[in-house]
């Protein structure tokens, strides 16, 4: 009787430390799929960030790229036409005069830039337009440090072409004075104003 229990006991014994042996390794299989699993997510996440990030820095690339041949032109045309230099000169120190009244109209803005080319054809002031601008206390907020807007840019070369050509001419060089306002600039040709002074705006 004792041995038949003792035989028992052993075999259970035997069963009992397969079955914890069998756990161990399920939960070893189970810890084993698990960090698998993570390791695929993990490298797949990866891949796609890589590739996203490739795609990424190539668009970039091919933006810069482009927009360095447009500017790469710019400058090769510029460079090869001396007048176009002379004329993005003017219309800079130009759009630095009319950044003092940028908040007046574009009609205001175009009026006062024959103010200035008026000034250099009347034999009564200096014959450069940088002479011209620089003259101190003249042009409203004027400073020689004052940005250069690319629309002022854009409108001051823009009429900087009609007075170099030559043609057809808004206003006579008479009017060589000004009268600003926050909603209106018009020239005068006289230095009072009074019954004989005449007034010119663009598109009067």
Known sequence: MSKAIIVSSAAARILYEKARANQKLVRWVQIAAVVLLAVGALTIWTLGCFRYGQKKALDTYRSWFDEYKVERLAIDAVNA???????????????????????????????????????????????????????????????????????????????????????????????????????DIVLRDTWLEGRNCRYWRWGQ
């Open 81 to 183: 036409d001396p007048a176009a230099r002379k004329l993005d000169a003017e219309a800079e120190m130009l759009a630095r005069v009319l950044y003092g009244v940028k908040d007046n109209s574009t009609d205001d803005l175009k009026t006062y830039c024959w103010c200035v080319f008026n000034r250099v054809d009347n034999p009564a002031f200096s014959d450069s337009l940088d002479a011209v601008i620089s003259q101190p206390n003249q042009w409203m907020r004027y400073d020689v440090g004052n940005p250069v807007l690319e629309t002022l840019f854009q409108l001051a070369r823009e009429q900087l072409t009609i007075w170099h050509d030559g043609g057809h001419r808004p206003v006579s060089s008479d009017y060589v004075y000004m009268s600003w306002t926050e909603k």
